[in-house]
Nanobody
Framework: QVQLVESGGGLVQAGGSLRLSCAAS????????MGWFRQAPGKEREFVAA????????FYADSVKGRFTISRDNAKNSVYLQMNSLKSEDTAVYYC???????????????????WGQGTQVTVSS
């Protein structure tokens, strides 16, 4: 497994932006498809975005499409989530996760990922 650490969360007003980072260690990030998930208070964790090993394919939940952008820099062993036009409903703890399979497939399922970070809190005030 790869060790993952998220950063970049915080408090932001509605309409604002944040950029989350996920730093990997222990194994090359290029060996993993990567995903971002989030969990709001009282709700189940849900898929947000995913990116293939090379970065050539990206996927988004409908709720964030057009507002969030996932990217990666394998040379820096990092994955990013740029969040724009934030809404109060984006308030959650955000987690990055690593999927070691060769082809990106069921990127929306938690069970696809074998490595998880500890999460970073994002709070959007209205």
């Amino acid at each position: 497994q790869v060790q993952l650490v998220e950063s970049g969360g915080g408090l932001v007003q509605a309409g604002g932006s944040l950029r989350l980072s996920c730093a990997a260690s222990g194994r090359p990030l290029s060996s993993y498809n990567m995903g971002w998930f989030r969990q709001a208070p009282g709700k189940e964790r849900e898929f947000v975005a995913a990116i293939s090993r090379s970065g050539g394919s990206t996927f988004y939940a409908d709720s964030v499409k057009g507002r969030f952008t996932i990217s990666r820099d394998n040379a820096k062993n990092s994955v990013y989530l740029q969040m724009n036009s934030l809404k109060s409903e984006d308030t959650a703890v955000y987690y990055c996760a690593g999927d070691p399979t060769f082809y990106i497939g069921s990127y929306y399922r938690e069970g696809t990922y074998d490595s998880w970070g500890q999460g970073t809190q994002v709070t959007v005030s209205s």
